[in-house]
């Protein structure tokens, strides 16, 4: 859940609480009661704007992570801040969604920070959206204005990329068309919560290579003799028993003896998603930071200077000469800044001037050179294992997607 | 992979960056709770079978007899590393609510609070298990644990949905939420300058009825206070017996709680609405939970 400040997100949300029977019960009493007793007027964003600060700004600070029922499934919603301060934060819920909903104000419009909140979401990989227009009952119910403001969202979104969206007009205060149909004869379309059943789960790529980053090598002791457990979370493919495997970027080779778990379930067979263990017919240990690939398989790219598009969000600016952390999958390596290739101002994607820094809040291209070699896929072949963040200092400040290897 | 298959294995992803990020600085709070019990669970999972890391009680000296007796018996069974430390000080000088002399949010700040910084940096007393003896025994040491897995989740109530899986907090463990960094994708901030502390939250996108199903299909032994036992009472959630009251249910098994939850009488019913502190906190248990409450 998305949405510039102002747009009446987390009143959307509070309502979607409300009206889909998830609050529990006297919630919404002691809301009302508390605001009454604290003399401000109630609104339905309190119920979801937990933290005092939030209340006295009337503004989200960060991502809550909220439950939902839907008719279809059940829903967690990262309702994420809006204000253009706390894009970390926004950045943060939008990068863990399958889906987005993107909230504009009917009255407000679309403002430099709305879309730069609309042009983020496909950057930060999602792949189907709905355009929540809210706060018709401002501009009088009008289906022209609807229309204008959809077309205008639609097209922002198609031209970063994101095509599978729908528009739905609303009134989160009144509660129009959130569960139930509101005051739009002119809307045959979906209420929000009806909307949100329109999802696909997104279903996994079956024809993608086996990757495990390594997380760890624990010594498992069984009938006396202790051997090395090799730790991990599969991110794409599948492993079995007998496979030959290979680690990057140490090109080591072992065959899988055993798929470890606790307790021993016999499991031939590891899929994404699964936190397993692998036992070696070698006693070598490979490293955290190694990723495990299938023999048989692509392999994955190994390389020191690679081209990546990336958000950034440290309060100084990414820019050469100063040394950061790169880290991907379980990997980390210090890393320098190469060049900048292109900076896309994230308010507006347009290609901007040559420059040789990336400021706060803004999506670029860049070469960046690591220290030693690090295994990767690229976006355009197997996007969960091109992810990448940098640290700068203590502070994780920047995230991306490796686009491609450098000679 | 089944919907309960996904959380558990993420929270086992989740315990393995703790463990490789911070080894020896890493410790986890268990409380005896149904949340806490189910995290351990999981650990034994994600290391195979022994958790390389303590396990750290803080008894506030009014926690249900039962539970006390049931940590025991699992320490032993299970083989942990357990450490258990206490607000000495304000038990003694009966700084407490049950004694009468603070409110309900006070005592939690010092039985809770100021008992879990103070074990964790080892300032204050604690007492670690004897595995020969089975008994717990005065543990002087100058070990700290900087980094600690909490077994909180999203849903409990405000302030808790606004938690990142890791999370920075200041050497006096005081929390700013608007200040967290961010934590992309599966990538969870594991870099902070000396003197931060961590705190870990592998159950974050747990529901109630999740941990209950859990339960249920995993077999995971629990205090059996959570169950009624015949008098049409059990307990819902777990504190100090001053500040906590049972809920009427008939409730026996785990499945019939998942079965109560989902479509019974607690459909609608907010799970701590039985913890007194929490009506004290505007509802919410921010102000606690700022000051460094777990």
């Known amino acids: ?407 | 992979m089944t919907f309960l298959d996904r959380l558990e294995n993420r929270s086992i992803h989740v315990l393995r960056e703790a463990y490789a990020a911070f080894g020896r600085d890493l410790a986890m709070l268990w409380s005896m709770g149904k949340d806490s019990t189910a995290l351990m669970w999981l650990a034994r999972k994600a290391f195979l079978g022994r958790i390389p890391f303590p396990l750290v009680h803080i008894d506030t000296s009014f926690k249900i007899p039962d539970m006390i007796a049931y940590r025991d018996g699992t320490a032993r069974e299970w083989g942990l590393d357990l450490i258990v430390g206490q607000n000495e000080a304000a038990l003694a000088g009966c700084r407490t609510f049950p004694d009468g002399a603070v409110g309900r949010l006070a005592c939690c700040r010092l039985l809770k609070s100021d008992a879990l910084r103070d074990t964790l940096d080892g300032r204050g007393p604690r007492k670690r298990l004897d595995p020969r003896t089975g008994r717990l025994k005065p543990w002087r040491s100058g070990r700290a644990f900087h980094a600690v897995i909490a077994a909180i989740r999203a849903d409990e109530e405000g302030s808790r949905s606004k938690e990142r899986y890791f999370s920075p907090r200041s050497g006096e463990h005081f929390w700013d939420p608007a200040q967290q960094p961010p934590e992309f994708w599966n990538l969870y901030n594991v870099d902070f300058p000396a003197g931060t502390q961590v705190r870990v939250h592998p159950l974050l996108e747990w529901r109630e009825a999740d941990v209950w199903e859990y339960v249920d299909r995993e077999k995971i032994p629990l205090v059996d206070l959570y169950y009624d036992r015949g008098d049409g009472l059990r307990y819902r959630s777990l504190g100090c017996a001053p500040c906590t009251t049972p809920i009427e249910s008939a409730s026996k098994t785990p499945a019939e709680i998942v079965a109560e939850l989902k479509t019974g009488d607690l459909k609608d019913v907010a799970e701590r609405s039985g913890r007194a502190q929490d009506d004290e906190d505007r509802g919410t248990l921010e102000g606690l939970r700022r000051e460094g409450y777990m």
Not at chain 1, 26 to 46: H, I, V, W
Not at chain 1, 146 to 167: I, N, P, W, Y
């Open chain 1, 1 to 407: 859940m998305v949405g510039d400040v102002d747009c009446g997100k987390s009143t959307v949300v509070g309502r979607l609480l409300l009206d889909s029977g998830a609050l529990p019960r006297g919630r919404l009493e002691r809301t009302r009661k508390l605001c009454a007793e604290e003399s401000r007027p109630f609104e339905y964003a309190y119920l979801i704007d937990a933290l005092r600060q939030e209340q006295a700004d009337n503004m989200t600070l960060d991502v809550a992570r909220i439950f939902l029922k839907g008719a279809r499934r059940d829903y967690l919603l990262l309702d994420s801040p809006g204000h253009v301060e706390l894009l970390r934060n926004m950045a943060t819920g939008a990068s863990h969604a399958a889906a987005a909903v993107w909230v504009v104000s009917a009255r407000e419009g679309l403002g430099e920070n709305s879309r730069r909140h609309g042009r983020l979401l496909s950057f930060l990989g999602i792949g189907q959206a709905i355009v929540l227009v809210n706060k018709m009952d401002a501009v009088g119910y009008d289906q022209g204005a609807f229309d204008r403001l959809s077309a205008e969202c639609l097209e922002l979104l198609k031209a970063s990329g994101l095509t599978r969206v729908r528009c739905v007009p609303m009134a989160a205060f009144g509660g129009e068309n959130v569960a139930r149909p509101g005051c739009m004869p002119w809307y045959e379309g979906p209420t929000v919560l009806a909307a949100l059943d329109e999802f696909d789960a997104e279903p996994p790529d079956s024809r993608l290579p086996f990757r495990m980053p390594v997380q760890d090598v624990y010594a498992v002791a069984r009938q006396g003799a202790g051997r090395p457990v090799v730790v991990g979370t599969v991110e794409s493919g599948s492993v079995a028993v007998a496979d030959d495997i290979v680690f990057y970027p140490s090109r080591k080779s072992a065959k899988v003896v055993a798929i470890e778990t606790y307790p021993q379930n016999g499991l031939r067979r590891a899929e994404r998603g699964m936190a397993i263990g692998l036992s070696l017919n070698r006693p070598f240990k490979p490293r955290r930071g190694e990723t495990a690939a299938h023999a048989r398989e692509k392999p994955p790219e190994t390389a020191r200077k690679l081209l990546a598009s990336l958000l950034w969000l440290g309060q100084e600016s990414l820019a050469t000469g100063r040394r950061y952390i790169f880290r991907s999958g379980t990997t980390k390596v210090p890393a320098k800044l190469d060049k900048v290739v292109r900076v896309v101002a994230a308010a507006t994607l347009k290609g901007g001037a040559e420059r040789r820094e990336v400021r706060s809040n803004e999506v670029a291209e860049c070469v960046l050179r690591l220290e030693r070699a690090a295994a990767f896929d690229l976006a355009s072949d197997n996007p969960a294992l091109s992810r990448f963040v940098l640290v700068d200092g203590h502070r994780i400040s920047g995230g991306g997607f490796v686009r491609a290897v450098v000679s």
